[in-house]
């Protein structure tokens, strides 16, 4: 089945400064690969996602980018402020196999 | 508002009992996921289920059971509770069994005391 990894476990950047998380998944099937926030208590929720169709996407501050070739993808946060403090989930799946999703990323974001 | 609905929201029980948590998909979805996540940790797949079959299994205990029933609502029962089994419970729904955007309930909070 998919295996997803996700790093780092834990980033700390300061406000204003750029924040890149990185996963990679092992089955070549998957197609589609959303990003999760989830702050303290509260549901996972998607904030951005990208098909294999496309290598880039992007949303005001927040992009993703997807090499499939090297079976990797990204999420970009620029301008970071103190509410994209969260824990972050990436996750792949394809048309016919379940999302799978990696251990997250504990973003803190400094003033 | 995510369009899942999960009840109850807490829920406080003794070592040794069984409880039985609900989920509602938005409307239209057939797939539905459970997770467990405990505390400071990631989401651990536990089931999921596409209109009425399950599809998928993860690290589900066997103390642990679910089904999905004929309106699409799905039902996640924990048996023998033991201390450990302390969690937050989420279900997810998607409109099918993958590919597409899963969209999470608020939980269940699970104390064993």
């Known amino acids: 089945g998919e295996n997803v990894e996700q790093h780092p476990s834990t980033l700390s950047v300061q406000e204003g400064d750029s924040a890149v998380i990185k996963c990679t998944y092992s089955?070549?099937?998957?197609?589609?690969f959303p990003w999760y926030k989830q702050e303290l208590g509260k549901r996972p929720q998607l904030i951005i996602d990208?098909?294999?169709?496309?290598g880039e996407k992007k949303d005001q501050r927040i992009a993703v980018t997807l090499n499939k070739t090297a079976k990797h993808f990204s999420l970009h946060i620029t301008e970071t402020q103190p509410e994209d403090s969260a824990v972050y989930f990436c996750?792949?799946?394809?048309?016919?196999?379940?999302?799978?999703f990696g251990t997250g990323t504990r973003l803190q974001v400094t003033l | 508002d995510s369009g899942v609905t999960q009840t109850p929201k807490h829920l406080i029980t003794a070592t040794g009992q069984r409880v039985t948590l609900r989920c509602s998909p938005r409307s239209g979805d057939l797939s539905v996921y459970w997770y467990q996540q405990s505390l400071d940790q990631g989401l651990q797949f536990l089931i999921q289920y596409y209109n009425g079959e399950e599809r998928a299994k993860g690290n589900i205990l066997e103390r642990f059971s679910a089904q999905q029933f004929p309106d699409l609502h799905s039902e996640l029962n924990l048996s023998s509770l033991e201390l450990g089994d302390s969690a937050l419970y989420f279900c997810?729904?998607?409109?099918?069994?993958?590919?597409?955007?899963?969209?999470f309930g608020q939980g269940t909070r699970l104390t064993v005391v």
């Open positions: 990208i098909r294999s169709n496309v």
């Open positions: 996750a792949a799946a394809g048309t016919a196999s379940k999302l799978t």
């Open positions: 997810a729904s998607s409109a099918y069994w993958g590919g597409t955007e899963a969209f």
């Open positions: 089955d070549s099937a998957s197609n589609y």
